[in-house]
């Protein structure tokens, strides 16, 4: 199936400094695609040029099997673009704007528009100058969702939300996955991808680091195990099992680290009568926090 986005080879040098350099991806029909990095790693670059707002040094960009000139409009109404500083600052209502955007994109239903703001819990009566930055995002997010565009293209879409509407907004992602859109989501803030997100690629310093699915990733992570069992049990038939490692038994109660997946573990328990069982879930912030650690200090800036 073609690709809904595709990069490659894709390079953007400002001057000396190479902003992004060589990425190569693809983002299947769909799926939720987070896209993670630090501060300054070329999360924006890369939605830019798939966007055709800035041009390439080198390498290429597809959206729907199509470069960006030669989509044209029709393309663009197929797209919801949340860019990560939204410039709104005339003197008219949200409505007002929502209204004319919705008309550049063939039309949206009044209804839609205001479902969508009482969703998130913002007042489109205001005019959009004089709203804080949490509200003019969420008024970029209405655009960006209004038209039920096939692809979404969202950069750092959270910022400036409380929890609550951020929960609204994941609750958003996962409704326009369903419906079979496609969604790219930038973000340094690791475990909303994870909520949301299908595949994770990080990137750093311009490079993409991997690609991974996200199911995959928390299976392979590490996680605290506690068993209580009837009876006391020996540590030594756990230490051995494949995966278990820093068993500790203390009273009738162990506890250990696993990696991977917790079969040997629970079939060894089994042997025994078992109590009660709490296995920690794993999250990306600690895989990926692993992950950074190899790393000089500061590009962890902006991970959290
Ligand atoms: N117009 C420009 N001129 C010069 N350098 C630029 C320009 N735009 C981006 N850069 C540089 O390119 C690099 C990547 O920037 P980019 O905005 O893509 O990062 P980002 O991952 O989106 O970061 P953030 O999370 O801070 O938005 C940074 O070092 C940035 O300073």
Same mark, same amino acid.
């Given at each position: 199936?073609?690709?809904?986005? &595709?990069?490659?080879?894709?390079?953007?040098?400002?001057?000396?400094?190479?902003?992004? @350099?060589?990425?190569?991806?693809? #983002?299947?029909?769909?799926?939720?695609?987070?896209?993670?990095?630090?501060?300054?790693?070329?999360?924006?670059?890369?939605?830019?040029?798939? &966007?055709?707002?800035?041009?390439?040094?080198?390498?290429?960009?597809?959206?729907?099997?199509?470069?960006?000139?030669?989509?044209?409009?029709?393309?663009?109404?197929? #797209?919801?673009?949340?860019?990560? *500083?939204?410039? &709104?600052?005339?003197?008219?209502?949200? !409505?007002?704007?929502?209204?004319?955007?919705?008309?550049?994109?063939?039309?949206? *239903?009044k209804a839609t528009i205001t479902s969508l703001a009482e969703r998130l819990n913002v007042?489109?009566?205001?005019?959009?100058? +004089?709203?804080?930055?949490? +509200?003019?995002?969420?008024?970029?997010?209405?655009?960006?969702?209004?038209?039920?565009?096939?692809?979404?293209?969202?950069?750092?879409?959270?910022?400036?939300? @409380?929890? &609550?509407?951020?929960?609204?907004?994941?609750?958003?992602?996962?409704?326009?996955?369903? +419906?079979?859109?496609?969604?790219?989501?930038?973000?340094?803030?690791?475990?909303?991808?994870?909520?949301?997100?299908?595949?994770?690629?990080?990137?750093?310093?311009?490079?993409?680091?991997?690609?991974?699915?996200?199911?995959?990733? !928390?299976?392979?992570?590490?996680?605290?195990?506690?068993?209580?069992?009837?009876?006391?049990?020996?540590?030594?038939?756990?230490?051995? !099992?494949?995966?278990?490692?820093?068993? +500790?038994?203390?009273?009738?109660?162990?506890?250990?680290?696993? @990696?991977?997946?917790? @079969?040997?573990?629970?079939?060894?328990?089994?042997?025994?009568?078992?109590?009660?069982?709490?296995?920690?879930?794993?999250?990306?912030?600690? #895989?990926?926090?692993?992950?950074?650690?190899? *790393?000089?200090?500061?590009?962890?800036?902006?991970?959290?």
């Amino acid at each position: 199936m073609t690709p809904v986005a &595709l990069a490659e080879g894709l390079s953007k040098s400002y001057g000396k400094h190479k902003a992004l @350099d060589g990425l190569s991806l693809s #983002i299947n029909q769909g799926e939720v695609f987070g896209y993670l990095g630090p501060n300054g790693a070329g999360k924006t670059t890369t939605i830019r040029l798939m &966007l055709d707002l800035i041009r390439p040094t080198s390498g290429r960009v597809e959206l729907f099997g199509k470069a960006p000139r030669e989509g044209g409009s029709d393309v663009r109404r197929r #797209i919801g673009y949340l860019p990560g *500083e939204l410039p &709104l600052a005339g003197r008219g209502s949200g !409505l007002e704007l929502l209204e004319f955007l919705a008309k550049v994109r063939g039309g949206v *239903e009044k209804a839609t528009i205001t479902s969508l703001a009482e969703r998130l819990n913002v007042d489109l009566k205001r005019p959009v100058h +004089n709203l804080s930055k949490g +509200n003019k995002q969420k008024v970029g997010i209405i655009q960006a969702f209004m038209h039920t565009p096939d692809l979404l293209i969202l950069d750092e879409p959270t910022t400036g939300l @409380d929890p &609550l509407v951020q929960q609204e907004f994941l609750a958003m992602v996962r409704e326009a996955k369903q +419906n079979g859109q496609t969604v790219l989501m930038s973000s340094h803030i690791l475990s909303e991808v994870q909520h949301v997100g299908d595949r994770v690629a990080i990137i750093r310093s311009g490079k993409l680091i991997s690609v991974s699915d996200v199911d995959t990733l !928390l299976q392979q992570a590490q996680r605290r195990v506690e068993i209580r069992f009837a009876d006391p049990v020996d540590p030594r038939h756990f230490s051995a !099992l494949p995966g278990v490692r820093d068993v +500790n038994v203390q009273a009738n109660t162990l506890s250990c680290t696993l @990696d991977g997946t917790a @079969d040997a573990l629970v079939k060894t328990a089994a042997q025994h009568t078992v109590v009660s069982l709490v296995c920690e879930e794993p999250d990306l912030e600690e #895989i990926f926090l692993h992950a950074y650690a190899q *790393e000089p200090k500061e590009e962890m800036h902006g991970v959290r």
